[in-house]
């Protein structure tokens, strides 16, 4: 939890800081600016008096301005008081990996797919061993949801050789939540998760737990995906293959999930863009290339 904690401050710090740094050298400066121009009403310049009403009205225009962005200052360091105030209650997750006997879980060689006459990706080569997060990646279209599916079984014509270790038991996140219908209750009757921990991993991640006999189809895209996520990290797997698991999510799960993989070491095949994440969490890098010619 502590270790939870800490890695939000240091994300949220950082922004709100630039925020409040910025809030406060213009707040600075505007005030700054209406008060030179306020004096401008008693100097006399060659030629006359200055127009004492005119600038008098744009210094006061200035400082409206001045104030409203030391409001804006004010709601800022607030927004960060209420942050850190809901990282206090955010709480870690569980997950609960299965150990298999192999050490070596996936392995490819020479490795690709095609749909008719056309390679998904140049033919490629890496090795999945227990403990290790594999992040695969490549630019869009390049195959990775793809290979993901040809790890669980599905896909297209395959090229050189996909091994995976026996009696392998695998967990999914897909990328997209749209074809979630019914409850989360509903749900749960044709899950073979466990399903203590996935209520309690859905409650954790803030869905409210009145909210699990609602239709799904009324559920943000973000508390579709907690939903996913919930019923993966509630499933004993050997293997997690996770397709874009962030997508969605605001910060507080981005967080937990991240320190959960972090704690409980899984073993993962997963695709997914941030950078910041994947330098934190992956043990490698599988690069999909286009194939040339």
Do not use: C
Not at 52 to 58: I, L, P
Not at 141 to 162: F, H, M, N, Q, Y
């Amino acid at each position: 939890m502590k270790r939870l904690k800490d890695r939000f401050e240091l994300e949220q710090n950082e922004r709100l800081r630039g925020e409040v740094r910025r809030l406060r050298r213009s707040a600075g400066e505007k005030s700054e600016w209406s008060d030179r121009t306020e004096r401008t009403k008693y100097r006399t310049e060659p030629g006359g008096m200055v127009d004492r009403g005119y600038v008098g009205h744009r210094a006061a225009k200035m400082m409206k301005r001045a104030k409203n962005v030391e409001r804006r200052l004010d709601r800022a360091i607030g927004e960060k008081e209420a942050l850190l105030k809901n990282v206090e209650t955010t709480e870690s997750l569980e997950i609960r990996p299965l150990r298999h006997h192999a050490a070596l879980y996936v392995e490819a060689k020479g490795f690709s797919l095609s749909y008719g006459e056309r390679a998904v990706f140049a033919p490629t080569t890496f090795a999945l061993n227990r403990g290790d997060r594999l992040v695969l990646s490549g630019v869009n279209g390049s195959g990775k949801s793809s290979l993901l599916g040809a790890v669980l079984g599905e896909g297209a014509r395959r090229t050189g050789t996909l091994s995976l270790a026996a009696g392998l038991t695998m967990s999914r996140v897909v990328q997209s939540a749209d074809w979630l219908r019914g409850s989360v209750e509903d749900l749960l009757r044709s899950s073979r998760t466990e399903k203590t921990l996935f209520l309690t991993t859905l409650s954790k991640l803030g869905l409210p737990r009145e909210r699990f006999g609602l239709p799904m189809e009324t559920f943000s895209m973000g508390e579709r995906k907690k939903v996913l996520l919930a019923l993966s990290i509630a499933e004993r797997a050997h293997l997690y293959v996770w397709d874009e698991p962030l997508n969605f999510l605001d910060v507080y799960s981005r967080v937990q999930i991240e320190e959960m993989i972090l704690e409980y070491a899984p073993t993962m095949l997963l695709v997914e863009h941030d950078a910041r994440f994947v330098d934190r969490v992956a043990t490698g890098v599988v690069e999909l290339r286009p194939l040339k010619g």
